[in-house]
């Protein structure tokens, strides 16, 4: 059973940072891409980060470009999201992701979409204020 665990959500001041961590269980880690995914309050969820099996390649959602960076530790089999100049439209609750089967696709292109078939972490509350 596959199971993902985030954590180091927490509340910070605009312009503040923030690295969130996932850990996976259940699942050959390094054979998967992997993302971060959010839900902001009375929005729909969107993927905003996506890193590839071995970490070559990533994609980042316009809104964070420049702004996070994601990472991964194959050997920790744990998925990472720096976050820095944080600002109040970030807050949302951020979720871990990885693919229930193969996709052949683009990885902006699994990135872009929300799937329910695919694994979800809990979440981890981020709350940023002005």
């Known amino acids: 059973q596959v199971q993902l665990a985030e954590s180091g959500g927490g509340s910070v001041q605009a312009g503040g940072s923030l690295r969130l961590s996932c850990t996976a269980s259940g699942l050959s880690f390094g054979y998967w891409h992997m993302g971060w995914f959010r839900q902001a309050p009375g929005k729909e969820r969107e993927g905003i980060s996506c890193?590839?099996?071995?970490?070559?390649?990533?994609y980042y959602a316009a809104s964070v470009k420049g702004r996070f960076t994601i990472s991964r530790d194959n050997a920790k089999n744990t998925l990472y999201l720096e976050m820095t100049s944080l600002k109040p439209e970030d807050t949302a609750t951020y979720y871990c992701v990885v693919p229930s089967s193969t996709y052949a696709g683009q990885l902006g292109s699994w990135c872009r979409e929300v799937n329910d078939d695919n694994h979800w972490g809990q979440g981890t509350q981020v709350t940023v204020s002005s």
């Open positions: 890193i590839s099996s071995i970490g070559d390649r990533t």
